[in-house]
Every structure is written in C-alpha cells, then in structure tokens.
C-alpha cells in the first residue's frame, strides 16, 4: 500500500530502536488499540502519536469547548517516529537563528521565533513540573562550542545583530577561547556561549501524557495509518485506514515528515531528512563526579556540527551525528534525504566517534563495556523556510496540521500544540504566543512554490 501513496508515503516498518524506545519496551502502550476495532465516527482524528499530535491532543481533551471523544491514529508503534528518535535535548535557539531567520522572515518574526522558543522551554518544565511526569528531566545549561574560525564569526555576528535589535541576553554567557576550554573542557574550543536548556526521555514524556489521554477520551490506534482523508456528508470527513475507515468532522495532521502524503499540497514543501544519534558509554573521564554539566552543541560550521548530553540517571551519553560532514560520500548524501529510519549510515558514525574523540581527547582508551554501544536515526520533518506549517489548511475546513519541525520539535511543540488547539476551539492567531510566520496560508505555499 506505501508505493500507491504520494511520497513520502508511509513509514517504513519495523524501524530500529532508539535509546528512548529500548528502554520503553514493558510500556502496553506502544501496541495500544493495534486489534481493537476501529469506531466508524469520532468528534475528532488526530493523526500521529508523536509529541504534536499527543499535546494537541491534551491540549483539545482539556479544552472546556474541546472535543471529547477522540480517535488518534498511527501507522507504527506509538510514539515511534521523531519524538521518540531524538538525542535528547530540549534546546531552545536562545540568538543564533536570528540572522538566518531576519533573511527569510524579516527581524520581527525571527525575534517573535527566539522568544518563542525560550518560552516553550518554560512551557515544558511547567507541563512536567504540574503533572509529576518521570521523563528524567534535567534542567540544565547548554554550551554552544565554537570549533571553526567561519562559525566564530557567524555566531558573534548573529549575537550582534540579536543584542542591537533589542534581543533579550539575560542569561546568556560568553566565554573567551582560554575560558572556554576550561569550563567546556574541550581543548580545541575557540570560544563559546551559554544559556539554559535541558534533557529528557522523550518517550516517557510522550507515553506519559499519551497515558493521560486515555484517562481523558483519547482512542489510540496504534498500527493503523491513515491512507487519505476524503469528503464526506454534512462537513465531515472521511479518514481511511487498511483497517476502515471513520467519520469525523475535525482532523489533525501531526505526522511531521510524512504531512505531505496526505496533503499534496505540502508535496516539495516539507520533506524529509535523516537524523542519526548513538548511545555512548562513557570511561572513567567522564563517569561519577566527571560527568559533563551541560548539554553541548560543538559546531565547527553552521551545517556541520554534532550534540551531545549525558544522562543524569544512568550516565549514558548521546552523541547526535553531523549532516554537514566535509567530504561526505554521494551515497551518504542521498541517505540522509530518504524516510529509512530501520538503518544507520556507517559513514556517519565513523565521522561522530572519530569527532568525538577529537574534540574530547581525555575521553581515553575504552574498557570491554566502554565507548560506542548502538546508533539509531530518525527521519526530521524540513521546510523550505524553516518554520513549521500550522493551523487550519486552506481550502479544506476542519482540517488542520502542525508538522514540519525542522529538528526543533522539542523547542516549539509545547508552545504550538495549544495554540493550535486554541484555534480548533474558536480562537484566534493573535490569541496564541506563536509567530505568525508559522501559520500555513494559501499565501506562504504559493510564495514557497514560485
């Protein structure tokens, strides 16, 4: 059935196991409703189990004017696609987007697009914080670790360019090179900056609230993918699936990369792109009281950098690959654009653990247990402006998307999942803290189409 489909088509099956999906396996949830029958109408469909559509979700259950009975549907495992692939940051982009941003947006909407992203990191130690949620979250600062004399000067000049339009600095820090290697113990640094963040088990984030849903009217069906969505009578909807199909008035799109197969609309528009992450075990260098303190981005160019943090709970570190690697393999290349999340490239990972090494050179000889345990991908939701497409799709009332994350899901999705439910339920754009670039319009496709 996924070569009938408009690309991207479905996702693939049986895709490998992140850290956060090895370590969520006893959770009955993951096959949650794959036997149950299907209903033939529901009072919405949210499509995906992701952290967008499952805080939209919570976001309309709770709702006083929301609907509350709701079928969510996805095509694999709950919570198997890019929220449950990630390296485990929630990192907001506290300046250095602001250039990029100001060129495509204008500098009002990349200020409204940073000030959205730091409070989004508010939004979810409040959401963790209130519901008591056990997703190892770790309230932390961040390094971003500069490693090029070319991203030396783009970051310092967007750092500029951020302070003399009026940009918010509180909290950010700047470290001078012989600093820098000292507090970011990188030796190679030539320079870095500092604010807040975090890290956390997304998927025990997403199971979570995915467990409070059900308590609340949510159905899931996990292992039933929706195939089209075609009109029905009276305003409704019909949602096809292998397994039926039901009648609603309300759809949600919150498939992220694959938002474009059943919104052809967004073929070309939002694509996908490849991730890759690996599971490291650290030596006696960074284990007990070495561990690292922050989360980090080491960047030697805009493209090419890697992330890492190191989790509080078991002292594993996770070391997110470069997409920008000099001198990448033309089949590398290619891999990167494909929704293959069942394999990793060897290139990358050869590239990361080597890079690794090099930038931690006091990471030292590894033991039998030490070093690299397994490496997994995900495949990122990329818009040609580089912002997601939100809210209500022209041309098709009563459908409504939030996709297209650009690998920063985790620094918008709280922020946006209620604003987006805020529309459903009759208010307005202005009434929601979301930049209005973010909003999909008949306009922003035809322009991105031209």
């Known amino acids: 059935m996924t070569h009938e489909l408009p690309p991207p088509g479905l996702p693939v099956e049986r895709p490998c196991l992140s850290i956060w999906q090895r370590t969520t396996r006893q959770s009955p949830l993951i096959n949650e409703g794959a036997s149950s029958p299907i209903p033939e109408t529901a009072e919405a469909v949210v499509i995906g189990s992701g952290l967008a559509g499952t805080v939209t979700a919570y976001e309309l259950l709770t709702s006083p004017n929301g609907p509350k009975k709701i079928v969510m549907l996805e095509a694999r495992e709950a919570c198997s696609g890019a929220s449950g692939r990630n390296a485990g940051h929630c990192r907001p982009d506290a300046f250095r987007g602001f250039n990029a941003f100001s060129k495509i947006h204008g500098p009002e909407q990349a200020m409204k697009i940073i000030q959205h992203e730091k409070h989004v990191l508010q939004l979810v130690k409040k959401f963790i914080d209130t519901h008591n949620i056990d997703c190892d979250f770790d309230y932390c600062k961040t390094f971003d670790v500069i490693l090029g004399e070319d991203f030396f000067n783009y970051v310092t000049e967007s750092f500029e360019s951020y302070k003399k339009a009026g940009g918010d600095t509180t909290g950010i820090s700047w470290y001078e090179q012989e600093e820098a290697r000292k507090v970011t113990r990188v030796p190679s640094a ?151 999340d069942n394999v990793y490239s060897e290139e990358i990972k050869d590239d990361a653990l080597a890079s690794f090494k090099k930038i931690f050179p006091q990471f030292g000889e590894e033991a039998i247990g030490e070093g690299h345990e397994f490496g997994w991908t995900g495949v990122l939701g990329m818009t040609r402006d580089s912002v997601p497409f939100i809210g209500p799709i022209p041309g098709l009332a009563g459908q409504y998307v939030m996709a297209g994350f650009n690998g920063h899901g985790m620094a918008r999705i709280f922020g946006c999942a209620p604003g987006l439910a805020k529309i459903i339920t009759g208010g307005t754009w202005a009434e929601t803290s979301m930049p209005e670039c973010f909003q999909i319009t008949a306009d922003r496709i035809d322009k991105l189409k031209a």
């Open 190 to 340: 030539l320079g870095a900056f500092e604010w807040m963040a975090a890290n956390l088990h997304p998927a025990k984030l997403c199971l979570a609230i995915l467990a409070m849903n059900l308590g609340l009217g949510l159905s899931l069906f996990t292992h039933t993918a929706a195939t089209s969505v075609t009109a029905g009578e009276n305003n409704t909807w019909i949602v096809h699936t292998p397994r039926g199909s039901i009648t609603t008035p309300l759809v949600v799109h919150a498939t992220n990369a694959f938002a474009a197969t059943l919104l052809p609309q967004l073929h070309t528009l939002l694509t996908p792109m490849r991730a890759q992450a690996h599971k490291i075990i650290p030596t006696p260098a960074f284990s007990s009281t070495n561990m690292i303190t922050h989360t980090y981005s080491l960047r030697f160019a805009l493209h090419h950098f890697y992330s890492l943090i190191q989790r509080k709970s078991d002292g594993a570190m996770v070391l997110g690959t470069s997409r920008g690697i000099p001198g990448m393999s033309e089949i590398t290349r290619s891999e990167i654009t494909s929704k293959n």
